[in-house]
């Protein structure tokens, strides 16, 4: 048990520094022109949804023990990949 608890505390913590970067991404979009701005909008759109789907694994994570505990992480560990990849995507287009 101590392991899946240390294990959600690091991904939450990851999650909450890629919320952090996903708005900083968001705030540079100010400076961009329009045509460059939309296209940006639907991919921090797309991150955003990453996220969403990421924070519900998580709350599923809290639930689940055992065997089920270990399909999810699972997936968990696919999406947090996803997601990380997504957003350092993002900041190499930002720059």
């Not at 999650?15 to 909008?41: F, P, S, Y």
């Amino acid at each position: 048990m101590e392991i899946q608890n240390a294990y959600q505390q690091k991904m939450s913590a990851q999650l909450k520094e890629w919320g952090a970067q996903i708005d900083l991404l968001e705030a540079k979009m100010e400076n961009i022109g329009a045509d460059m701005r939309v296209k940006r909008a639907e991919e921090l759109h797309e991150l955003r949804a990453k996220q969403h789907v990421a924070s519900e694994k998580m709350k599923e994570l809290g639930k689940a023990s055992g065997e089920a505990w270990e399909q999810i992480k699972v997936t968990a560990d696919k999406i947090w990949d996803e997601l990380k990849v997504g957003v350092t995507e993002a900041h190499s287009k930002f720059k």
